[in-house]
Each structure stands twice: as C-alpha cells, then as structure tokens.
C-alpha cells in the first residue's frame, strides 16, 4: 500500500478518498467501489452531514470481505460549531457512532476559526464569527482531543485549513502534536513553503480539491479561479504520457509527497483516479517542475475554497491564510 510515514510512526494510504458533498444516492456504491479498487483512506467530516452513508458502506465492505477495519484509515472533522471544550467529546462520538468505526484513526480541526454553537445560520453572521484565537479557543479544544487519543477514541491529531503560522504556534505548545495538515491543494495553488515547512516540521500534507474540484457548486466559484484539469500544461504532459489530466495531477500530489484527496461518485473516474495517485507510473522531473510552475499561491490567487464563510468579523478572505508567512526558525 502505498502511503507516507507520519510522525507517530503511522502510515497515511494514499490516495484518500473525500466525501464532501457528494450525490446522496451514489455515495454508498462509490465508498464501497473505492474500498474494492484499493483507497484505505477516507476522508469525512460531521459538517457533511453524510457520515452514516459512509459508515453503512464501510460495514458493508468489510462484510463482504473486502477490507478490515485495522486496513482503514478514517478521517472525521470537528466543526467550526463544536469549537468548544465541552462539545469535541460529543462531537468525536457522534462520528465514530455514524461512521460505526469503533475508533478514529485521524481527527482534525475542520477550520481553526470557531463559530459560535448557537448559531445555524449559512454563512454565519459576523456577531457568531468568533474568529482564531490559540490561547482563548483552540488550545481547549486541542487539549479535549488530545484527551480522546488518551482515550483510544482516535490515533492522531490534525488541523484542516491551517497555515504554517497556526501551526508552528500549535506545536509549541501541543502535548500531542498534529501528525498533518489539511489544505486546499492542487498545482495552481501548490503552496511550496508551507510543504518545505511541512517537511522540515515532520507534518504531513493531505491536498483536497486536487482536481481543482471542477463541479463544484456556483456558491464556490469566482472570476479568476483555476482551472486545473484545462490547463495547457496539463494536459500537455497528459498527452505526452498517455494518462487523463486528473490523474496527471494526481500523480504530481503524490510524487511531491503529499497525499490528494480526489472526490467522485462516479465508479470509473474513482478507479481512474486511483490508478493516477499510484499506479506504476511516474512523472518526469521537467514534467513536475513545469506543473511546480502552475502555481499561484502569492496572494492567494489560485485559491478556489477561500473560506469566507469563516472570516471573523471585519477580516478579508485572504487575511484568514497568513499569506507570506515565513519561520524564521523552525517550531
Ligand atoms: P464526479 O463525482 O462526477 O466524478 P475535487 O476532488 O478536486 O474536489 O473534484 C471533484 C469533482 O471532480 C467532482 O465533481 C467529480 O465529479 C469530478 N471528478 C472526479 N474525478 C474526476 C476525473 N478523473 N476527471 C474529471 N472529473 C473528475
């Protein structure tokens, strides 16, 4: 199985395979196709509100004989709403229950930017956006998770769309650190610092919308989006070796050490995605350095899931990704 060693001495399956939104009605049969073609990894959350389906796939495939659990690696999320010490317990216990997994074997901060429990509003009105705040809210929350690993309700500890700067901030004072970080990443936003910092900080980086998520619905799209699978590039070097443009990308995610999280219902492009993470094939160095230079991470630019529906009060988008940042020594 192909995967990338973690800082606990675990092992990551690549690819994953990611859940969000994804058609209702096929989202069982495609779970259940991943587990048959080879994906260990699924990636899930509570604020996808589609864990019981792929809980129910999961039972069914290893019913069927066609994994075990020890072979998954399952992946759930706490919402920007259970920002809270007293709700990432419950949180955690209602994913495992939907999920039907017994335990987690990764559980992250979906954002590091809480919104207020009480609120149900989307997006969420500037007074319950209570913003990032290490000391007041995260590190509390971090310490009840922390806890649920002493528990044996989950294996690892991560932090979904963190920046380098969170994250060094977090491992000062973590008493378990995070093993990875999970990030919009596809190569028109390959963020080359923070997978140096990543690197030299022993974090792993799990990339969702590898594809540049082509369907996404209109309330996630803006002018001046990538558009990765109809990049010249791209597809130049998809002709060059005979594979499609998703799995072209794909492969650069996996070849840089990172793992994608390509999302699809639909059962040939799930085994075609597969194939392109990590089939027997490889990228060229010039064909990995020419898609290197598709990226557009400076300001933000080839950001496609700008978060706003999380920036706290009176903050721009991209103030919320500490663009720039750099360590000046390493945390
Ligand atoms: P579908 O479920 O019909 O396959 P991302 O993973 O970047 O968020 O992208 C997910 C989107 O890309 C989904 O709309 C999915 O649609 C589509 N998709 C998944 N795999 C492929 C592929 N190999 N080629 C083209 N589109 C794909």
Redesign the pocket.
Known sequence: MAGVKLNNGATLPVPGF?T?R??VALLHAAVVHAIRVGYRHIDCAGLYRNEHIVGAAIKDAIDAGLVTREELWITSKLAPTQMEPALVLPALQKSIADLGVGYLDHYITHWPYAVDPANTASPAPDAARLGYDLQAIYLPVWREMEAAVDAGLVRSLGCSNSTAKKLAALIAVARIPPVAVQVEM?PCLAQPKLVAWAAANGIAITG?????????PDAYRAEGDPD??GSDVILAFAKETGH????VALKWAAQRGTVP??????PG?IS??FE?ACGAWSLSAEAMTALEALDRSTGSVGRIMKGDNFAPAGAAWRDMWDAEWEPTATA
Do not use: F, I, K, M
């Not at 969702?208 to 996404?216: T, V």
């Not at 499609?244 to 799995?247: D, I, K, L, R, T």
């Open positions: 990611g969000w994804c058609d596809h969702y919308c590898p594809l540049g998520s082509p369907g996404r990765v699978l499609s443009p998703a799995q999280l390509p999302r699809s219902t639909n492009r075609e995605n392109g």
